[in-house]
């Protein structure tokens, strides 16, 4: 392929991938990860790794705020600290630099705000959680080798939560 072919590619898929975020139904944005708690990728944490992390946290909410936010409405979720399940335990030796130990003693913890809109852009549903989860082995998890299954279904609980919420509570006019 040419360069010239490979920069018209790259454009379209650029504008197809705009286009998409332009009407994702949720929005995710990270305050500050530096000064999060914990979204670390070993013992040593890399800035990539976090990237990575906080990455798949944000594709994950996008895509499950499609099943659960009503059509024409966004989500705006801002988070303000993260503190993932588990710790790494540097006592351990280096042989476990990059192994999570999952405890009861290390549950994961939210902090965030978010902001409903409806298609006219008015604010439906807006507020601040602070969720901390000391049941998180209890959850009934289907992809075990996924490394952020505890916190995904944690978010997806809470989505599903405010969509009950909204769907019951009727919207001001």
Same mark, same amino acid.
């Given at each position: 392929?040419?360069?010239?072919?490979?920069?018209?590619?790259?454009?379209?898929?650029?504008?197809?991938?705009?286009a998409?975020a332009?009407?994702?139904?949720?929005?995710?944005?990270?305050?500050?990860?530096e000064?999060?708690?914990?979204?670390?990728?070993?013992?040593?944490?890399?800035?990539?790794g976090?990237?990575?992390i906080?990455?798949?946290?944000?594709?994950?909410?996008?895509?499950?705020a499609?099943?659960?936010?009503?059509?024409?409405?966004r989500l705006?979720?801002?988070?303000?600290? !993260?503190?993932? +399940?588990?710790?790494?335990?540097?006592?351990?030796? +280096?042989?476990?630099?990059?192994i999570?130990?999952?405890?009861?003693?290390?549950?994961?913890?939210?902090?965030?705000?978010?902001?409903?809109?409806?298609a +006219?852009?008015?604010?439906?549903?807006?507020?601040?959680?602070?969720?901390?989860?000391?049941?998180?082995?209890?959850?009934?998890?289907?992809?075990?080798?996924?490394?952020l299954?505890?916190?995904?279904? !944690?978010?997806?609980?809470?989505?599903?939560?405010?969509?009950?919420?909204?769907?019951?509570?009727?919207?001001?006019?």
């Amino acid at each position: 392929m040419k360069i010239s072919q490979w920069l018209v590619v790259s454009c379209a898929v650029a504008v197809a991938g705009a286009a998409r975020a332009a009407v994702a139904p949720a929005e995710v944005i990270f305050d500050h990860p530096e000064n999060f708690t914990d979204v670390k990728d070993s013992a040593m944490p890399t800035d990539r790794g976090t990237a990575a992390i906080l990455g798949q946290l944000r594709d994950y909410l996008v895509r499950e705020a499609a099943h659960f936010v009503p059509e024409g409405s966004r989500l705006t979720i801002t988070f303000t600290d !993260i503190d993932l +399940a588990g710790e790494f335990e540097p006592w351990r030796g +280096a042989q476990f630099d990059n192994i999570r130990i999952i405890k009861p003693i290390y549950p994961p913890h939210f902090k965030f705000r978010y902001t409903l809109t409806d298609a +006219a852009g008015r604010v439906v549903r807006e507020g601040q959680e602070d969720i901390l989860d000391q049941e998180f082995q209890q959850r009934i998890t289907l992809d075990r080798d996924d490394p952020l299954r505890y916190e995904k279904e !944690i978010l997806k609980d809470w989505l599903r939560r405010q969509a009950r919420a909204a769907s019951a509570t009727p919207v001001a006019q």
